[in-house]
């Protein structure tokens, strides 16, 4: 089995409906997928028992903040977007997920002697699609 590094990795959004570009400064990413239970235990059952629900994935992008980046500038709290998730880069045969979603958190932090930086949180709608480039 192969591993990698993540210092290929794009992330790419854009407007829902709009041609999706590369979002800059990013400097890490968490994707998460979780899926919800539904009980169907009954009387009599000699233990709990359960039936797959709905999936719930969310995307988390950690940047330099860069005022003049437009993609970062589309991440605003409320706002629609469609997003690509490129884990090794853009390259021919390289895995990637797809989707769309609200931004629901946005934050800009900064330290005296540290870079200002940013943080974007996308709660994903609908499916999300894992295709190859």
Do not use: H
Not at 22 to 47: L, P
Not at 73 to 97: H, I, N
């Amino acid at each position: 089995m192969a591993t990698t590094t993540g210092s290929s990795g794009v992330v790419k959004v854009a407007t829902s409906g709009g041609s999706v570009a590369v979002v800059g400064e990013v400097r890490s990413y968490t994707f998460d997928g979780t899926a919800d239970t539904i009980e169907d235990s009954v009387m009599g059952d000699s233990a709990r028992s359960y039936k797959a629900g709905l999936k719930t994935n969310t995307l988390t992008v950690e940047c330099y903040w860069d005022e003049a980046d437009a993609q970062q500038g589309l991440m605003d709290e409320r706002a629609s977007v469609d997003f690509e998730l490129y884990p090794t880069g853009t390259g021919t045969g390289e895995t990637y997920f797809s989707g769309s979603g609200i931004v629901t958190s946005r934050s800009v932090t900064a330290s005296f002697d540290g870079m200002v930086e940013a943080s974007f949180s996308i709660q994903c709608s609908g499916a999300v699609t894992e295709a190859t480039a």
